[in-house]
């Protein structure tokens, strides 16, 4: 196995140094699902949900999410993120919500895990603003979908 980037050589845990890295455009996609009853899935689609509209405050969470990474997860770098979109989308033959993010910024550093932030917040977003209607909710299949920029690209699809 090669060396890791995140451990000293005594093993101690250290942020990356991205320092010496070139400045590339980097992107990066993820997906997951929020499973819940057909009826709670009627309730977002005719907007009827109590806490509002829970496609849109879903997509700035996600934002705000991917935004904060650096906050949430000890080792990432503070970025400049110059982009950040969600997709939201009703599933009714899986009986669930759908959501993709993509984050892009020009930088040393990759957006993976922005990416996965922007979907887990917005994930969790879904299930605060539904859980008065329905408890069986089950948030699952995140992952990272594709990735752009820097050593290597990455292409689930």
Do not use: W
Not at 29 to 47: C, H, W, Y
Not at 134 to 146: G, H, Q, S, T
């Amino acid at each position: 196995m090669d060396k890791l980037s995140h451990y000293t050589e005594d093993g101690s845990s250290r942020m990356v140094d991205v320092s010496g890295k070139k400045i590339t455009q980097r992107t990066a996609k993820a997906s997951g699902f929020v499973r819940m009853q057909p009826a709670t899935l009627d309730l977002i689609e005719k907007k009827l949900m109590p806490k509002g509209n829970v496609f849109e405050v879903a997509k700035i969470a996600g934002i705000i999410g991917a935004k904060k990474t650096s906050e949430l997860i000890p080792m990432c770098h503070p970025l400049m993120i110059s982009h950040v979109d969600l997709k939201i989308s009703l599933d009714k033959e899986r009986t669930g919500v759908i959501i993709e993010s993509e984050v892009k910024l020009e930088g040393k550093t990759g957006v993976e895990m922005e990416a996965l932030s922007a979907i887990s917040i917005a994930a969790l977003t879904i299930y605060d603003m539904c859980k008065a209607v329905d408890k069986n909710m089950i948030i699952e299949d995140i992952k990272l979908i594709e990735k752009k920029g820097g050593k290597s690209d990455f292409n689930l699809r």
